[in-house]
T-cell receptor, first 114, second 117 residues
């Protein structure tokens, strides 16, 4: 059974600080996804990481993937209040054919305080 | 692009009633997914379809749940009979899977908030 673990699950930080969210998964996969969810809203795709060593950046967020360590990180640089949300990582089960369903971590609830 | 469309957005029903949730994927997408989100269990995959064919329904909780995709632009998730423990937000997502393989992001709909009394 594929397991995806995120830590921390809750994070309160101040603006302008840097922090990293970690995502570990239990099976070989080279496809990892990061999503953002605002309270009461749907999931918004942030990054799709499709190979070992992949690094993607958008604004103050940067995601990376190490398939050998089965680890992805989401790094937040100089946090601002607008980044307060819940962040999920997800891994697909890779059946070798078409698209696969995703297994999600429990999410990291991020609060950024002025 | 209208994105993934789900209806209804909110549903309140009584235990024992039949509930039908509907989803229209993004035009041109050939994969469709149903997920459920609760505080206790987080986000769970229920079932997914590739080219209208159900691929994996191992996440469907029990026989009370069924899903269909009669064509490329429409899918339903039905619960009959509904129970209070089915209360959750149900998301539909779609993606494009090229025949050559590869992965693209899954785009989520707004969700249906279901409350079973």
């Amino acid at each position: 059974e594929l397991k995806v673990e995120q830590n921390p699950l809750f994070l309160s930080m101040q603006e302008e600080k840097n922090y990293t969210i970690y995502c570990n998964y239990s099976t070989t996969s080279d496809r990892l996804y990061w999503y953002r969810q605002d309270p009461g809203k749907s999931l918004e795709s942030l990054f799709v990481l499709l190979s070992n060593g992949a690094v993607k950046q958008e604004g103050r967020l940067m995601a990376s993937l190490d398939t050998k360590a089965r680890l992805s990180t989401l790094h937040i640089t100089a946090a601002v209040h607008d980044l307060s949300a819940t962040y999920f990582c997800a891994v697909d089960s890779f059946s070798g054919g078409g698209a696969d369903g995703l297994t999600f971590g429990k999410g990291t609830h991020l609060i950024i305080q002025p | 692009d209208a994105g993934v469309i789900q209806s209804p957005r909110h549903e309140v029903t009584e235990m024992g009633q039949e509930v039908t949730l509907r989803c229209k994927p993004i035009s041109g997408h050939n994969s469709l997914f149903w997920y459920r989100q609760t505080m206790m269990r987080g986000l769970e995959l229920l079932i997914y379809f590739n080219n209208n064919v159900p691929i994996d329904d191992s996440g469907m909780p029990e026989d009370r749940f069924s899903a269909k995709m009669p064509n490329a632009s429409f899918s339903t998730l039905k619960i009959q009979p509904s129970e209070p423990r089915d209360s959750a937000v149900y998301f539909c997502a779609s993606s494009f899977s090229p025949a050559s393989g590869g992965r693209e992001t899954q785009y989520f709909g707004p969700g249906t908030r279901l409350l079973v009394l």
